[in-house]
T-cell receptor, first 115, second 111 residues
Framework: DTAVSQTPKYLVTQMGNDKSIKCEQNLGHDTMYWYKQDSKKFLKIMFSYNNKELIINETVPNRFSPKSPDKAHLNLHINSLELGDSAVYFC??????????????FGDGTRLSIL | GQSLEQPSEVTAVEGAIVQINCTYQTSGFYGLSWYQQHDGGAPTFLSYNALDGLEETGRFSSFLSRSDSYGYLLLQELQMKDSASYFCAVSLSYNTDKLIFGTGTRLQVFP
């Protein structure tokens, strides 16, 4: 069984379009994340949710809007896509345990290419 | 700003030992994690250090020196399947799950 699954795996679209990426985890974790990995493989956090509540919101254009309908799902909607949005987007989850390390479990990524 | 520096690339042969260094300058520090990522794959957790010293997990060990803002990942008895990118990541404080990732090191293992 896949622990963190995200769809679609590949997304090729035109500049200016709106698209969504979905993520689901079946690990029972209460914290979920979105990361962006650029062409140089630099991995940067975008958002994190804990029990459907937005916890981390990095300096991300407001064209990016996360939504968490429940603690097992975290979706990412992107409006007016730009060339610079081309990257791999990873969803991750962990059990929130402030004061102790809890590994983050990553999905397989969504490869977004803007034409 | 936050900065975690790693060598961009390391090469080694099967059976050898390799060390991947990570130096950090961050606004806070609670612990250092290491993640492995194969080409086209997802990052996967390897190890975590909150205290100074060496943590051993099978062929992989991780070391931390908080006073030097430095850590390393040691891979022993290298195998071809260890060819991947390795990332260090800092937890900034006890009250956040946020990780700041390093620049990543690509390890190539040759036969």
């Amino acid at each position: 069984d896949t622990a963190v699954s995200q769809t679609p795996k590949y997304l090729v679209t035109q500049m200016g379009n709106d698209k969504s990426i979905k993520c689901e985890q079946n690990l029972g974790h209460d914290t979920m994340y979105w990361y962006k990995q650029d062409s140089k493989k630099f991995l940067k956090i975008m958002f994190s949710y804990n029990n459907k509540e937005l916890i981390i919101n990095e300096t991300v254009p407001n064209r990016f809007s996360p939504k968490s309908p429940d603690k097992a799902h975290l979706n990412l909607h992107i409006n007016s896509l730009e060339l610079g949005d081309s990257a791999v987007y990873f969803c991750a989850s962990s059990q929130s345990a402030l004061g102790a390390n809890q590994p983050q479990h990553f999905g397989d990524g969504t490869r977004l290419s803007i034409l | 700003g936050q900065s975690l520096e790693q060598p961009s690339e390391v090469t080694a042969v099967e059976g050898a030992i390799v060390q991947i260094n990570c130096t950090y300058q961050t606004s806070g520090f609670y612990g250092l994690s290491w993640y492995q990522q194969h080409d086209g794959g997802a990052p996967t957790f390897l190890s975590y250090n909150a205290l100074d010293g060496l943590e051993e997990t099978g062929r992989f060990s991780s070391f931390l020196s908080r006073s030097d803002s430095y850590g390393y990942l040691l891979l022993q008895e290298l195998q071809m399947k260890d060819s991947a990118s390795y990332f260090c990541a800092v937890s900034l404080s006890y009250n956040t799950d946020k990780l700041i990732f390093g620049t990543g090191t690509r390890l190539q293992v040759f036969p």
